[in-house]
């Protein structure tokens, strides 16, 4: 065993040809060290103290390698002196990199910055001067905080997205089936499901998920069927439609939807996708429209002719001429009385006649939900004033129409 002139620190004679040329830097260190705790601390002070800390633990890693396996190999003893060398020449810089992001206040411009996060607002906050830095900042923890300006229940949550169709607190907790669904997990999601379950709650997501499957089935927007759970809620909440069937509802909720948004669906359209008969539904919807005061555009043969044109694959043209067909129509009053099914059912058959793209009766029917005879009937009420309703030339003439 050798002892070193100049750090003091005991070493075999293989260690002290390894360590012999950085017993200056391992003095450095000590003074660096000492130098760092006594005087006041700058940017580069921190920096380089870092630093240092990570370069003393790779020697004392260094130093219990040697005192394990006291014979190393030719590579590994040349590694480490080149090592050694760059650091006591060029600093601790040449050898680890700089990885530290500065934050400085803008306004005090303090060298040692005391940035203070509060995390009850949220903001990065200067605790110098007060300066505010940031606001809102990104919290990757569990969300307990809360931006609102105003008073009130505190909006803060842990848990799922808030739903405004839903009551309570909503901060669901789930098991999951880890086996495939069957096992422990199975019974166990089951259980928890029911202990969970809100009063009342249980009903609401089950009829929104109807109204959800019975929108898309007619291929209505989302827009759509959530206001048609808004409605339903709130018949549920004012208990509107006591002794109803839940389809019912959910249909006359959907049929209001669309009014409002100026997407209308027949009675028909609706009774296809639920088991109700059509005056239940009529029911409903005059009770709703009573109790709500709201405004219900009423439906219109133009509302819904682009859609019926296109189910028939009909040109553009066709669907331009059914449209001015039933424009002239309610001028003339020739279909008074009819729906305005009937009104477009019939105008789109005679449409599709003058262009030379007829469709038969069935396929118009089944499109609309018009019975043949009635789309017969009206169209021979048309074909009997078609002078008047048709511009013969620009339509040139009138031998493509059928006679009736």
């Known amino acids: 065993m050798c002892t070193c002139s100049t750090c003091d620190f005991q070493l075999t004679a293989t260690e002290l040809l390894i360590y012999k040329p950085h017993c200056s830097s391992l003095f450095l260190f000590k003074k660096k060290r000492y130098n760092l705790e006594t005087e006041k601390q700058n940017t580069e002070d921190i920096e380089e103290r870092a630093l240092i800390q990570k370069?003393?633990?790779?020697?004392?890693?260094?130093?219990?390698?040697?005192?394990?396996q006291p014979k190393l190999k030719a590579g590994e003893i040349l590694r480490i002196k080149a090592y050694v060398?760059?650091?006591?020449?060029?600093?601790?810089?040449?050898?680890?990199?700089?990885?530290?992001?500065?934050?400085?206040?803008?306004?005090?411009?303090?060298?040692?910055?005391?940035?203070?996060e509060e995390f009850a607002n949220g903001d990065l906050v200067c605790g110098d001067c007060?300066?505010?830095?940031?606001?809102?900042?990104?919290?990757?923890?569990s969300?307990?905080?809360?931006?609102?300006?105003?008073?009130?229940?505190?909006?803060?949550?842990?848990?799922?997205?808030?739903?405004?169709?839903?009551?309570?607190?909503?901060?669901?907790?789930?098991?999951?089936?880890?086996?495939?669904?069957?096992?422990?997990?199975?019974?166990?999601?089951?259980?928890?499901?029911?202990?969970?379950?809100?009063?009342?709650?249980?009903?609401?997501?089950?009829?929104?998920?109807?109204?959800?499957?019975?929108?898309?089935?007619i291929g209505l927007t989302k827009l759509i069927a959530d206001i048609a759970k808004q409605l339903y809620k709130r018949v549920e909440e004012e208990k509107l439609l006591r002794g109803k069937s839940t389809e019912s509802i959910i249909a006359a909720c959907i049929f209001i939807a669309c009014r409002q948004e100026n997407v209308p669906r027949t009675f028909k359209e609706i009774c296809a996708i639920t088991r109700v008969p059509k005056k239940e539904i009529?029911?409903?919807?005059?009770?709703?429209?009573?109790?709500?005061?709201t405004n219900v555009s009423t439906m219109a043969s133009e509302d819904l002719m682009s859609r019926f044109c296109s189910m028939l694959h009909l040109r553009?043209?066709?669907?331009?001429?059914?449209?001015?067909?039933?424009?002239?129509?309610?001028?003339?009053?020739?279909?008074?009385?009819?729906?305005?099914?009937?009104?477009?059912?019939?105008?789109?058959?005679?449409?599709?006649?003058?262009?030379?793209q007829p469709q038969s009766t069935r396929d118009v029917a089944q499109v609309t939900g018009v019975s043949e005879v009635t789309i017969?009937?009206?169209?021979?009420?048309?074909w009997t004033e078609r002078e008047k309703l048709l511009d013969e030339k620009k339509y040139g003439g009138f031998e493509n129409l059928p006679s009736p």
Request: charged fraction near 25%.
């Open 143 to 217: 969300e307990w905080r809360t931006f609102a300006n105003d008073e009130g229940d505190d909006p803060s949550r842990v848990g799922a997205a808030a739903n405004p169709l839903l009551d309570g607190a909503q901060l669901d907790t789930v098991i999951s089936r880890r086996d495939g669904g069957s096992g422990m997990a199975r019974d166990l999601n089951k259980v928890h499901g029911r202990a969970n379950a809100v009063k009342g709650e249980k009903n609401l997501i089950q009829a929104y998920k109807e109204i959800a499957a019975m929108s898309d089935a």
């Open 55 to 68: 370069f003393r633990i790779l020697q004392s890693t260094l130093l219990h390698k040697l005192s394990l």
């Open 376 to 382: 017969k009937n009206s169209y021979k009420l048309l």
């Open 316 to 356: 553009m043209e066709v669907q331009k001429a059914a449209l001015d067909l039933t424009m002239k129509t309610k001028e003339h009053g020739t279909l008074a009385g009819k729906s305005p099914v009937s009104v477009a059912a019939a105008c789109i058959y005679m449409a599709s006649c003058l262009y030379q």
């Open 282 to 293: 009529g029911r409903c919807f005059k009770t709703l429209i009573r109790n709500f005061e």
């Open 85 to 116: 060398q760059i650091y006591s020449e060029q600093g601790p810089k040449a050898i680890l990199p700089d990885l530290n992001i500065r934050l400085v206040c803008p306004d005090c411009k303090n060298p040692v910055p005391n940035i203070i």
């Open 130 to 141: 007060g300066l505010v830095l940031g606001d809102r900042i990104i919290d990757t923890r």
